[in-house]
């Protein structure tokens, strides 16, 4: 999904020549990082919105979230 979005005209992912993928490239690499954050944010509110006005199977995770979670969730959501 993430590919189909990028190819949408007015979508794509930023003129390589002005995007920075290292934050510690720049000359205020906090300023930087709080940029790739909130980029980050805002990418995953619009994939969880469009979740859910597609009314799609998902599982949210967090950085706290172990292996067997992750698997015992994906199966309730899955394959039951």
Same mark, same amino acid.
């Given at each position: 999904m993430a590919a189909a979005i990028a190819e949408l005209p007015g979508r794509g992912t930023g003129t390589p020549r002005f995007r920075v993928d290292d934050p510690r490239q720049t000359s205020d690499p906090q @300023? %930087? @990082?709080?940029?790739?954050a909130e980029?980050? %944010?805002?990418? &995953?509110?619009?994939?969880?919105?469009? &979740?859910?006005?597609l009314d799609l199977p998902a599982i949210l995770l967090d950085s706290g979230s172990d292996e067997g979670a992750v698997l015992a969730q994906a199966t309730r959501q899955f394959v039951a």
């Open positions: @300023w %930087a @990082w709080r940029n790739l980029r980050d %944010a805002m990418s &995953t509110d619009r994939m969880v919105s469009e &979740t859910h006005r």
